[in-house]
């Protein structure tokens, strides 16, 4: 089982950015894929973005494309989002999860989830 922690998140006015770290515990971190979702108020948890174990492929909501970045550093045992222009509509807790493979991630079979960072953009 991994245990994870996000921080990094907080209030920002549109077009600014933010990073968001996940820090994990558990051996089996290396071996698994990571990715983030996140949940505005009153709406389903929905995908933002994934990485393959090895950071060898990643993959992003089309609506973050372009602006989001998903990176992971396997012997910091840390994976980061990367948020670039930020939009109000950006606005909701996010959560970092931990799969078994880049397939089950984006279907949202997920292991384990951290307890999640709020973001808040301004306009």
């Known amino acids: 089982q991994v245990q994870l922690v996000e921080s990094g998140g907080g209030l920002v006015q549109a077009g600014g950015s933010l990073r968001l770290s996940c820090a994990a515990s558990g051996r089996t971190f290396s071996r698994m894929a990571m990715g983030w979702f996140r949940q505005a108020p009153g709406k389903e948890r929905e995908f933002v973005a994934g990485?393959?174990?090895?950071?060898?492929?990643?993959y992003y909501a089309d609506s973050v494309k372009g602006r989001f970045t998903i990176s992971r550093d396997n012997a910091k045992i840390t994976v980061y989002l990367q948020m670039n222009s930020l939009k109000p509509e950006d606005t909701a807790n996010y959560y970092c999860a931990a799969s078994t493979d880049s397939d089950r991630l984006q279907r949202g079979v997920v292991r384990s989830w951290g307890q999640g960072t709020q973001v808040t953009v301004s306009s």
């Open positions: 990485i393959r174990w090895d950071g060898g492929n990643t």
